[in-house]
């Protein structure tokens, strides 16, 4: 079997198995063929809907794959192959048995490839595809940030010439280039003064410590959860630096950015990377999950800040929502922090039940809405046009305060973004149709300034104990106390 095929079902495998991000793995010193192997994990997983579709329409071939009675689904060395046969190169390179399986139902999976576009009154494979893994045909420009800490205006200057870069309008120290453009070998970004970073992923250490430079911004260290493998992390330390000048004085220390998680091999990566990017001196890297974070750690009493990014890879409905649990989970943990006072939540995702229905849930959490100074949504790069959906839970002036982008339309990745910040206010509740169990159940019980679930009553229920009332104020005199509980169920 090909060597390339080989090399990128190791990267997808190792991708599902979440050992790290597609990038981080496919431009690793171990990845031999970086630019073919990560262009064709990319579509094979366009596609691993529609193979998954195929490979189940023709039973008979698993056996000469050799896959496993007890395999969910066959290898990824099986998609890969199958996609580079049907839609690649229209043909599979190497040899091995599962070369021989392919083409020996070569014809069947065409003819059951046509047959899916019949049914589906479809001309393209594209068309087959779910709507949000078909290609937009849009060239996103090749963002890379300027990193300070170590390039001089000089460098950065020449750079700029070289490549005719223009600045970008919304995130300093961010340069656009022509789509495609290829840096990865190129001396700037080896050496670690410029790094190829989406304009998506500057917004969250941007508007935390960039966008404005006032006395609250200036206040403590940042919790970086979920941080490998680091691009917002070295971000974060070079706007610190920016704000904190070189070195400590007897007045004021320098602040830290703590980069925390569970991977061995990422926070490896990530710790390289800081040295790159000459950050290390900024970043204290944290072996341990977000959810064993816990604040009682002393060298972490001084962060006021958290930044919470969520990974994307969408494949199902059912995937989608358990992905939307899970940051609803992360996003109440890191409110949970008693001295963090600003929370900045991320997601490459442009799907409302992974967006604005995991916000509202965390807002709305009986934690949150109970808490002395409750987390709330802090409006924030006002000139961006794309703000969030009105949705269950969210009003339209918190939507407001949610920064959405779309690749159509904004020369960026999708992505929705949002800070919250603590408040003396308690946060309105009337707008909440849903709980915080669930970023997308229906409320079943109003919920009491106690926290408790009041009981829904029907009107012959209602009439019922209004007259066991009145016959109790009859017989022990009438009290206000009584008064209150028949207003309260009527």
């Known amino acids: 079997m090909s060597e390339l095929y080989k090399e990128a079902a190791t990267l997808l495998h190792k991708l599902e198995k979440r050992q790290g991000g597609l990038k981080s793995l496919a431009y690793a010193d171990s990845t031999v063929h970086k630019r073919s192997s990560f262009a064709l994990v990319c579509e094979t997983l366009r596609y691993k809907p529609l193979l998954r579709e195929l490979l189940a329409t023709l039973p008979e071939c698993h056996k000469a794959l050799k896959t496993p009675k007890d395999a969910k689904e066959p290898s990824a060395l099986v998609f890969v192959a199958l996609y580079d046969l049907l839609f690649g190169r229209q043909r599979i390179q190497g040899g091995g048995y599962v070369k021989k399986a392919f083409l020996q139902h070569e014809t069947a999976f065409r003819a059951a490839l046509a047959r899916l576009k019949i049914k589906h009154k479809v001309a393209s494979n594209e068309a087959l595809l779910p709507p949000e893994n078909r290609q937009q045909h849009l060239a996103l420009p090749r963002y890379v940030r300027v990193n300070t800490l170590l390039a001089s205006i000089e460098e950065i200057e020449a750079f700029t010439r070289e490549y005719?870069?223009?600045?970008?309008?919304?995130v300093p120290d961010l340069l656009v280039l022509p789509s495609g453009t290829e840096l990865h070998e190129h001396d700037m970004v080896v050496s670690g003064k410029i790094v190829l970073q989406d304009k998506a992923s500057c917004f969250p250490a941007f508007v935390l410590h960039g966008e404005h430079t006032d006395a609250k911004d200036k206040q403590g260290d940042v919790i970086d959860a979920c941080a490998a493998p680091g691009n917002k992390t070295s971000h974060l330390a070079m706007l610190l630096q920016q704000q904190d000048g070189d070195g400590e004085d007897d007045i004021t220390r320098k602040r830290r950015v703590f980069a925390v998680d569970r991977s061995v091999k990422r926070l490896e990566l990530l710790k390289r990377r800081m040295e790159l990017a000459g950050a290390a001196a900024r970043v204290q890297a944290e072996l341990q999950s977000f959810w064993k974070f816990l604040w009682t750690m002393k060298y972490i009493a001084s962060a006021?800040?958290?930044v919470l990014d969520s990974g994307y890879e969408e494949e199902t409905a059912k995937r989608l929502q358990s992905l939307a649990?899970?940051?609803?989970?992360?996003?109440?943990k890191a409110f949970s922090f008693p001295q963090v006072e600003r929370v900045v939540y991320s997601t490459c995702s442009i799907f409302q039940q992974e967006d604005e229905e995991v916000v509202a849930a965390a807002l709305q959490s009986e934690e949150n809405i109970h808490a002395a100074r409750p987390f709330v949504l802090q409006p924030a790069l006002k000139s961006w046009p794309r703000r969030g959906l009105e949705v269950a839970g969210l009003s339209a002036e918190q939507a407001m305060a949610l920064v959405r982008a779309?690749?159509?339309?904004?020369?960026?990745?999708?992505f929705l973004w949002h800070q919250s910040e603590k408040t003396t206010k308690k946060p309105a509740a009337a707008s909440v149709q849903g709980t915080a169990t669930s970023p997308t159940s229906s409320a079943k019980a109003e919920i009491l300034h106690t926290g408790k679930k009041r009981k829904v009553l029907s009107t012959t229920q209602k009439e019922k104990r209004k007259r066991r009332k009145r016959e109790k104020r009859k017989k022990h005199g009438s009290s206000v106390f009584d008064k209150t509980l028949e207003d309260e169920v009527e």
């Open 164 to 170: 005719d870069a223009k600045h970008d309008r919304d």
């Open 406 to 414: 779309n690749g159509l339309e904004d020369s960026t990745n999708g």
């Open 304 to 306: 006021r800040d958290t």
């Open 325 to 332: 649990d899970f940051q609803l989970k992360a996003l109440r």
